[in-house]
């Protein structure tokens, strides 16, 4: 099959406008970064930071994950069914970017002069506090920009924007921890007081773009949705589950996620302790440097991720994008060296730009199935499918961030000391560079079996437009 710009070019009508398409991007910061950012702290700021164990940061991580799963689909359904002069989305969208500001300071405000198991319950409270703030946004924006438009490359170009916009203000935020040591936010203080005011920064970055894009960006087929029946939440999870296109693109985009959070934070202990010998302050320098590198690739990496959807289609990029991620673990295996701490930027980039194509083209191609269900059930699910796609990946995530904490313990990692064993540090690496690249050998195979093609994505969207122009002539 044929697949290129020439055999399919986006209709005027559905063309996003830049002001939309930047407004909506903007939203991104919140998913990207912030969200983002809270894995790649707590175990620094909680175990580094406070001394609390390992497996018990990995509990307060996987805790919300499971609360996750119960508010993700119930936040879809709602949002699915809301009807009113502001639409079913944007209300969510400004009312949670607020409650996302401010749950964020308080989550870090971790009172010091608490017990270890005090601390670690107050950091659980606020984090749920701060997930449900995060399902209240990020659900109703995801499903926003799964029916801003109708054309598959469009869909790309959306969410590109999104990745682009998003990753631009993500920038600031690998430099957290680091700013978390500087005297204009730790004072006379550690890390931990540092991170407390850090968050304030964080908090403030979120409102502008949060606001936007409830304010400037418009919702699509209004009028239809609004004749459309309300569908209780049982039946359209019954339905979201069932469909096969859907759980064949869960369990690539599944097994990859898995593979990554199973080792989520490894690379920092690796980082301070095995490049820098315990010296955390000098490894957060590097790990700031990491992480604003990891944010420009992902920025660069749109330019390429939308001429290559558009040559060989979203399937293709997507192999692409696992293949760049499995070669920067391979690449690990030699980057990782305490004579030149910095060659781990060179996975680093490579790992970015894979994972923000996957990523990218996974929220593209959730939109694609919720148009062939559409076309089978004559009903949009945008809130449903996106709720339950993300439902699989933060089950994921929960569980994978409790065997994260169990892998340390397992190394023989000793938060109290700086040089640890031979041992340690061996196994650290070998699981942190391994586990991901046998779950990405098992999303390979399942992108062979996935069966929307740009033809067929092309097919269904010609039979919707002509079942809507019957529609709305009747």
């Keep these: 099959m044929a697949q290129g710009s020439e055999h399919h070019k986006t209709a005027a009508r559905d063309r996003i406008p830049w002001v939309q398409l930047i407004a909506y991007g903007m939203g991104g910061f919140v998913p990207i970064a912030l969200f983002n950012s809270v894995g790649q702290l707590s175990g620094l700021i909680l175990n580094v930071g406070l001394g609390i164990s390992a497996i018990l940061v990995g509990v307060a991580q ?15 359904h709602i949002s699915d069914n809301t009807r009113g002069r ?8 400004f009312f949670g970017g607020l409650a996302v500001s401010v749950s964020f300071v308080a989550m870090w405000s971790v009172p010091r002069d608490w017990t270890g198991p005090a601390q670690f319950w107050y950091f659980l409270s606020m984090s749920l506090v701060f997930y449900t703030a995060v399902t209240m946004f990020e659900i109703p924006h995801g499903a926003l920009g799964m029916e801003m438009t109708d054309d598959y490359h469009e869909r790309t170009r959306l969410f590109s924007a999104k990745s682009l916009i998003g990753n631009v203000g993500a920038i600031i935020t690998p430099w957290f921890y680091a700013m978390s040591h500087w005297d204009i936010f730790k004072g006379s203080g550690d890390e931990v007081d540092g991170m ?10 979120v409102l502008v773009p949060a606001f936007a894009c409830a304010f400037l960006c418009k919702e699509r087929h209004i009028k239809q949705v609004n004749s459309q029946d309300r569908e209780p939440l049982l039946v359209s999870l019954r339905r979201t589950g069932s469909n096969r296109t859907f759980l064949i693109l869960v369990g690539i985009v599944f097994s990859t996620v898995m593979g990554f959070n199973l080792v989520n934070g490894i690379a920092n202990y690796i980082a301070i302790y095995y490049l820098y010998g315990g010296d955390n302050d000098t490894a957060s320098t590097l790990l700031g440097y990491n992480g604003t590198a990891w944010a420009v690739t992902s920025v660069a990496a749109v330019f390429p991720l939308m001429f290559m959807s558009r040559r060989i289609g979203k399937s293709k990029t997507m192999t692409t994008a696992i293949l760049l991620m499995a070669g920067a673990q ?10 030149y701490p910095y060659l781990t930027m060179i996975p680093t980039v490579l790992l970015a730009a894979g994972m923000l194509m996957f990523f990218t083209l996974a929220s593209a191609m959730v939109a694609d199935v919720c148009d062939e269900d559409e076309l089978k059930t004559g009903t949009r699910s945008e809130g449903s499918y996106y709720s339950v796609f993300w439902w699989f990946m933060k089950m994921g995530m929960a569980f994978a961030y409790l065997i994260a904490g169990i892998i340390i313990e397992m190394t023989g990692f000793d938060q109290s000391i700086d040089l640890q064993s031979d041992r340690t540090l061996l196994l650290l690496r070998v699981f942190e560079i391994g586990l991901p690249i046998g779950l990405c050998i098992l999303s390979l195979i399942l992108v062979r079996y996935y069966p929307l093609t740009e033809a067929r994505a092309y097919e269904i969207k010609n039979a919707l437009d002509k079942r809507r122009e019957i529609e709305s002539s009747n």
């Design 86 to 93: 502001w639409g079913r989305r944007r209300p969510y969208i």
């Design 62 to 76: 996987m805790v919300p994950r499971f609360w996750d799963a119960i508010t993700d689909p119930i936040m879809g």
């Design 196 to 205: 407390r005011r850090v968050s304030y920064v964080a908090a403030a970055m």
């Design 330 to 339: 391979v690449l690990k295996i030699v980057c990782y060296n305490p004579s």
